[in-house]
Nanobody, 116 residues
Framework: QVQLVESGGGLVQAGGSLRLSCAAS?????IGWFRQAPGKEREFVAR????????YYADSVKGRFTISRDNAKSTVYLQMNSLKPEDTAIYYC????????????WGQGTQVTVSS
């Protein structure tokens, strides 16, 4: 059984930084970060593959956010720099338990609020 626990959200001023963590238990192949702002659909932010560390980012965060993993701690991080008010959302960590397919496990989410 896969479990994901996010932490690290909070309130920050525009231009500031936050680091989110996603502690994963169980066998997973890929960890992704998604976010959902009020009144908007959930959107993809970034993902990392455990084996090899390949990463991929949404255009909206490229150059500002960095996703990384610590295999020894089974933890994935999302370093968010140069935050903008439009980054305000609930951020979710998600996992693929198979090599291909949908993200089939989700964390509880952590709130990130960026004030202008």
């Amino acid at each position: 059984q896969v479990q994901l626990v996010e932490s690290g959200g909070g309130l920050v001023q525009a231009g500031g930084s936050l680091r989110l963590s996603c502690a994963a238990s169980g066998r997973t192949y890929t960890i992704g970060w998604f976010r959902q702002a009020p009144g908007k659909e959930r959107e993809f932010v970034a993902r990392v593959i455990w084996s090899g560390g390949s990463t991929y980012y949404a255009d909206s965060v490229k150059g500002r956010f960095t996703i990384s993993r610590d295999n020894a701690k089974s933890t994935v991080y999302l370093q968010m720099n140069s935050l903008k008010p439009e980054d305000t959302a609930i951020y979710y960590c998600a996992a693929r338990s198979r090599l291909i397919g949908e993200y089939d496990y989700w964390g509880q989410g952590t709130q990130v609020t960026v004030s202008s």
